[in-house]
Every structure is written in C-alpha cells, then in structure tokens.
C-alpha cells in the first residue's frame, strides 16, 4: 500500500460555483511510495501547490478522497495525526519562524505536541545538526542567511518526526547557494534517512535529484516517471511551459542540428561525457 494515495481527486475553491467554474485539480490519482522522493512540476496555476495542500489536510477535496498511511484526511479525528505524519515547508520561511531564537523556533512544533521538555532538547539538538545549523541554535533567525533560514524551517518539521516533507518551492526565493544548501539537505534526509520527499520546483536541474517527477497541467497529472523520462520530452514539456534543465537542452538543440548525441542527458557531467565521446569517435574517423 502506497503511503499516499490520491483517489479522483477534486478540489473548488468555491464549492457553490463548482457547476460553473474549472476545478482547480481534476481527477488526480497519485500514489507517492514511502521512502520515495517525487518532484512536482508544473507552470503557476497548474495547480501543484494545491496539491500539496491536500497531502497533510491543509485542503480537503472537493470529490474523491486523500489517504494517508490508510487515513482519510476529511475524517476530523485523522487530521492531528496527519499533520503530524507529513510536515510542510513553505516558500518563504519567514512565514514558518515564529521565535527569536533558532532553538526556541524548532521547539515549537514538539512543544505543541505534548512532548516531554528532555526529549524537545533531544529533537531539537538532532534537527539541527541534522540540517547543519546545530552551531546557530542560540542566533536569531531574523538574521540569518536565506538558506540558512529555510533549514532552520525544516528543522522545525523535523523535530515533530514527520514521515514525509513536503516542500512548496523551498528554494523560490533563495539566492543560489541557498538553493544548493537546502536542496543538499532535502537529498540527504531522502537517501539516509529514508524519509518520504514531495517537492514543488520551478527549477528543473533540484527534480534531476528525484526518484519520479510529475507533472501537472489545468488541474491534471499528463505525465509521470524517472527525470531521464521526462526530461527527454523536451517539446512536451515546452508545449505547458515548462523548460528542462541546461545541460538537457543545450543536447536537444545541437541534435536538431544533426549531431549525434543520445537522449536523456540530464547533468553537465553526463554532458561533458557525452560531447567527450563525439569529439574522440569524429578524431577517430578522421
């Protein structure tokens, strides 16, 4: 059984106008594995962030039903364990930090749950040395870095040993070390930990990391599988608006040229490896 399941899911913001108005998601059927690390991808308004508000009851579907872990998040008695299962990251941390000091800020998710004050300490110190921000844990968050911002926001969701994060364009409004940083962070909790990751991203090279990406158009999933998959149907994806990483099409553009370079690059390195190997068969030849 997957950890999430969406099940024809629907969702209105306005429940009375749904006979005249398009649903914001239409029919979605998803089911996330646990462990696994899903990219969601699609142009503002697809819906996507949506989505993720399902995935931990922020929003209950309009029609169908979401599950998590066997529980449905419109049964009222579910959502505290929901919530607690699946921890959300917001776009901008600022929106998450709620104390003038870093400890105190990851404190407050476990203070909340009734967890005991030597155990909060325990958390708190393993989130953030987790995160790599133990040696910022008596500094003010207002003063930190942006990506150091975002980890202490993970931190917070970590103290209440989530299952599964899932993060709403994380990296949106960093600068790129940031990005680097908590997209680093994200890969490591994923592959060490085993921990369930969803992440929305408008920057295609961080879904290179991921084990499927998804994506969304109008309100529905059109596509779905490994990043080498997706990412090879680069006039597809430019057909929503979306583009693929760098290295991906600087490829696609010099085999519309006629050079011969194999489908589903996705990394400069691959890349290099790539352009390497022409350079030498053509060497050869000559």
Do not use: W
Not at 78 to 99: A, C, F, T, W
Not at 137 to 160: C, D, T
């Amino acid at each position: 059984m997957a950890f999430i399941s969406t099940r024809n899911v629907s969702f209105y913001y306005d429940k009375e106008d749904s006979v005249s108005l398009k649903p914001v998601l239409d029919g979605i059927d998803l089911d996330i594995s646990s462990g696994e690390f899903v990219a969601l991808l699609g142009h503002n308004g697809s819906g996507k962030s949506t989505l993720a508000k399902h995935l931990n009851a922020m929003l209950l579907p309009t029609g169908g039903c979401v599950l998590v872990d066997g529980r449905n998040t419109a049964e009222e008695d579910e959502k505290y364990e929901i919530r607690r299962m699946v921890g959300m990251v917001l776009q901008n941390p600022d929106n998450q930090l709620v104390s003038t000091i870093v400890e105190e800020d990851v404190a407050f998710g476990p203070e909340n749950l009734g967890v005991e004050p030597s155990e909060i300490r325990r958390r708190v110190d393993e989130a953030l040395d987790t995160v790599n921000m133990l040696d910022y844990r008596e500094h003010a968050p207002h003063k930190l870095s942006g990506g150091q911002k975002q980890r202490v926001a993970i931190a917070g969701i970590l103290a209440m040993q989530p299952d599964c994060l899932v993060m709403d364009e994380p990296t949106a409004m960093l600068d790129p070390q940031g990005r680097g940083e908590v997209l680093e962070t994200i890969s490591r909790l994923n592959s060490e930990r085993g921990m369930t990751v969803v992440l929305i991203t408008h920057y295609m090279e961080e879904a290179v990391a991921a084990d499927r990406v998804v994506v969304m158009d109008d309100g529905r999933i059109i596509m779905q599988g490994t990043p080498r998959e997706i990412f090879s149907r680069v006039d597809e994806l430019r057909a929503v608006g979306l583009s693929v990483p760098q290295p991906t099409q600087l490829c696609y553009l010099l085999r519309k040229q006629g050079i011969a370079l194999p489908d589903g690059i996705l990394d400069s390195e691959e890349c290099v490896q790539a352009l390497s190997m022409l350079l030498e068969e053509t060497n050869v030849g000559n």
